[in-house]
């Protein structure tokens, strides 16, 4: 269907009559009637009623209607959108993180960034480093904020990565624990303790940490995200270690002690080759991200 027949049969529906939506649009009302009289064949169904003081729509005109109307909306959009790309172009970034980063980390970056370079269009996705990488290096992400977590990360030709910081590892607690009333927690101290954790290289990694304590972790409790995991040490079901960077997210209904000699994560701005080649603006962000850690490292 013509773009041009479908806007002249919205105005007839408009104004009630072909001679008028002829005068509104500058046709000829014999011109206009083409228009129509083509709709209703390639439709094969009438799509106006003729009476005294003008048309009316059919059935099948009230069903056109409602097609035609968001067709033209999203064509009136998409001509605004391509305007304004000529007179301010929009290039797009696309950022995945760890979710730890969320909580302080990335926001001081995107503000940052923002400041910078505007008339950027950022997308973010959160997920962990193993399903991240694979993302970045297929080309549907830009950056990613990945750490250092088992199984670590890969050796690859089209992996570029930026050492932002390195993120201790902290002892999450409920607030009556024995512990809680310590400034700082030797890691052994926990070994009878239930833990909660959630995926596989989390946990090679607590029973990394656990295992130089002279102890190995009973993980009773496996809960896939962060607000599942304070919710049960809040309740006193269990421990759990969180990263640093994670503390200002938590609740203050748990209490966070230091660990003595604490395992510490690396925290990483990884860009892949396809990335660089697209011309996102991959190197201003990475800027951002290293300037955000440094100045969380000051707080």
């Known amino acids: 269907m013509e773009i041009t027949a479908l806007r002249s049969f919205r105005e007839v529906h408009r104004t009630g009559s072909i001679t008028a939506a002829a005068r509104v649009l500058g ?13 209703e064949s390639r439709l094969g169904s009438p799509l106006l009623r003729r ?12 069903v056109l209607l409602a097609h035609a109307t968001a067709i033209l909306q999203r064509v009136d959009q998409a001509e605004r959108d391509v ?13 995945g993180s760890v979710p730890s980063a969320v909580a302080s980390l990335l926001p001081r970056a995107l503000t940052a960034f923002t400041a910078e370079v505007p008339l950027v269009r950022v997308t973010f996705s959160e997920d962990v480093t193993p399903r991240l990488l694979p993302r970045l290096l297929d080309g549907e992400l830009d950056c990613a904020v990945v750490t250092s977590y088992p199984p670590g990360l890969p050796a690859h030709a089209d992996l570029g990565v930026t050492h932002l910081l390195d993120d201790p590892l902290v002892c999450v607690l ?84 230091p660990l003595v000699d604490p395992p510490q994560r690396s925290v990483y701005a990884a860009t892949g080759r396809r990335a660089a080649s697209s011309g996102a603006p991959t190197d201003p962000f990475v800027r951002a991200l290293t300037r955000a850690a440094r100045t969380g490292d000051r707080t």
């Open 83 to 95: 305007r304004a790309s000529r007179e301010q172009p929009v290039s797009s970034l696309r950022i």
């Open 51 to 62: 009476h005294a003081r003008g048309v009316r729509l059919t059935p099948a005109g009230e």
């Open 174 to 257: 409920p607030g009556d624990h024995p512990a809680a009333a310590r400034e700082i927690v030797p890691l052994a101290e926990l070994a009878e303790e239930t833990w909660v954790e959630d995926y596989e290289g989390a946990a090679s990694a607590l029973a990394m940490a656990c295992a130089r304590a002279g102890f190995a972790p009973r993980i009773d409790i496996e809960c896939g995200g962060w607000l599942g995991k304070q919710a049960f040490v809040a309740e006193g079901h269990g421990v759990m270690l969180a990263p640093r960077l994670l503390v200002p997210a938590l609740r203050p209904d748990v209490v966070v002690r």
């Open 27 to 39: 046709y000829t009302q014999s011109a206009l009637s083409r228009q129509l009289a083509s709709l």
